[in-house]
């Protein structure tokens, strides 16, 4: 895949996103943060509140989704006795999840689809 030109990057994060803010660190809480991706664009100051819907650019959805966790490494000692660490696990310290997006490719909206669950039968195995 081709490295895209900023142009074309900045028509894509412009696209709105409607997604659920959820700030798993503080429930209920605000978050607010200065926000600037490229150069020569203004700083601009984003809010928002736990289990709020908003609609957004989806330059900032992505960065909500990157940047809302961190890692925690474990130190541990390996067979032969010496100190190593590895990661533990992410912890997840906001997110926002895209409830409905415009595709890059058309600018269509993608088909929602209904899951639901089938109880199986259960078979007993035949021996031969």
Avoid: C
Avoid at 1 to 6: D, E, H, L, P, S
Avoid at 90 to 119: C, K, Q, W
């Amino acid at each position: 895949m081709a490295k895209r030109t900023i142009e074309v990057q900045k028509e894509i994060d412009k696209k709105p996103v409607t997604g659920r803010f959820v700030y798993d660190e503080v429930p209920g809480g605000t978050l607010t943060f200065p926000y600037r991706k490229y150069p020569k664009d203004p700083i601009v100051k984003w809010t928002f509140v736990d289990g709020e819907v908003y609609t957004v650019p989806r330059g900032i959805a992505t960065h909500l989704q990157r940047e809302g966790k961190y890692k925690v490494h474990v130190h541990t000692l390996d067979e032969k006795g010496m100190p190593s660490m590895k990661i533990g696990r992410m912890v997840n310290r906001f997110n926002f999840e895209a409830i409905s997006f415009l595709d890059e490719e058309d600018g269509d909206t993608p088909a929602l689809y209904t899951a639901e669950t089938v109880p199986m039968k259960h078979r007993t195995a035949i021996k031969k």
